[in-house]
């Protein structure tokens, strides 16, 4: 494995940093009138304005060159040739192979798995058909106009941000809900909306054990059955990936939807998992879904690493992590229909690349993932942007925004735009300590009163972000976007030299909370002292359950 930190192009990188500590970003626009042409680019219906960023012709050099001495190239071939990239886990990582509409075959251990996923996603269609048809009846004759899509993870964040972003094409009469958390507060609020008469319960889990799922499925058949529903086939089908745990919950074969090992979690909602998406805006919708990911990924394989989108999305994120310091990245969606999009990403991204050991084993010297957090605009202006403007951390951002709303209300979206582009603007430009003074002079403010107050209202600037736009947000536009977040994080664990496709990190909680569940009063009995933890463990154990018994 290349030690990257180790790689003259990092070394060169450090100094290219270096090298433009003494200036700014206005001064490298001023300097450039291309600028905006040579930092930016179109692919599937996507454009990326990644201009405003601290990065000279020298550094974008050096990216591509470490990006080479990397072998970013070989390990996407090895990807898309169903290789076991996922190391830890022996698995090859081939979701594009779910959104493939070249004909093009993939193979998995010599197996050749296209016909199955074709057949999949027949079967997909056929069933959305006959609940849209009505042909699919609940057990008392009524149509199933309701889904109760109960996951997690990535079996609940991928189906939900896109069934949420997609809503201009719900059809007609249909409701979606999402249910995850184990909190039973989640299942218990959407039971009371619901009609057990015309809901299909959708139970999505890979693995078909996850705790929070399982417990909301056998909570939710109780409910079905203690209300006099019959004929749980009509009313439960399952997603996974695991045949015979779907089988031992009681779900028929019939009734599942299959994908494989080599769909990870977090990239599954290509999958049998995006059935909620086509029941709830049809399945040419979930199709247009796949077909927009599909050009991402034909761009991704194809083009050059200096006019390959997502590779560029990837350097520019390692420019600013590992050379500017960058602590935390946001996402902010000028668009309120991708309010999930910050969470799905947090998941898609910190899952992925949160790792702090490389590929072989050892703890790496690089910085890896950033913190992912964001809100759609405007609402994040008025929540946390003062600590991106002005705040001690540098933090990188991507603004995404379509020129064209679903609903053109009055001049809502010229105003939501205006904002984007003030944003991007007011990050890169920052205020001057001079612009300020002499603003506050023209107020009429004595020096005094000037001197005191210029500090608080100076902007450093010099803070990066990139600009997506896209003409609307549409099946097609989203699935392209979702891709190139995918391939985005793919390419920076390459190059962090990191498995972007395992999350082991997970394991050790799930296991102590197993340990802890029978230590727990539930509500009637009493339990002893709690003494195999730590003492504050032991503590607020032993706290719970007083209160629980109060
Ligand atoms: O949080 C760990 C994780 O394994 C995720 O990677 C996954 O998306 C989620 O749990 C749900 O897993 P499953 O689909 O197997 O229920």
Redesign the pocket.
Known sequence: MVEVTKTPEWKSLSADAEALASTNMRTLFADDPDRFERYSLEAAGLFLDFSKNKISEDAFDHLIALANAVDLEGTRSRMFAGEPINTTENRAVLHTALRDFSLRDYHVDGENVSPKIRTELKRIAAFAQSIHSGAAKGYSGKTLDTVVNI???????GPQMVVEALRPYWLDGRRSFFVSNVDGQQLADTLAQINLETTLFVI???????Q??MTNAESARKWFLDRGGKDVAKHFVAL?TNRHAVEAFGIDPENMFQFWDWV???Y?LWSA?GLSIALQVGFANFENLLKGAHLMDEHFRSASLRRNMPVLLALVGVWNRNFLGASAHAVLPYDQHLHRLPAYLQ?ADM?SNGKRIGKDGAVLENKTGPIIFGEPGTNGQHAFYQLLHQGTDLISADFIAPAISHSELGDHHPKLLSNFLAQTEALMRGKADQEVRDELRADGLTKPEITALAPHKAFPGDRPSNSILMGKLTPETLGALIALYEHKIFCQGVIWGINSFD?WG?ELGKVLAKSILPELSNLSEEKPSATSHDASTNGLIDRINDLRQR
């Open positions: 996951g997690i993870g990535g079996s609940d964040l999505a889990s890979k693995t078909f054990t996850t929070e799922t996974s990870g979690g977090r599954s998992i998941q899952e999350q997970v």
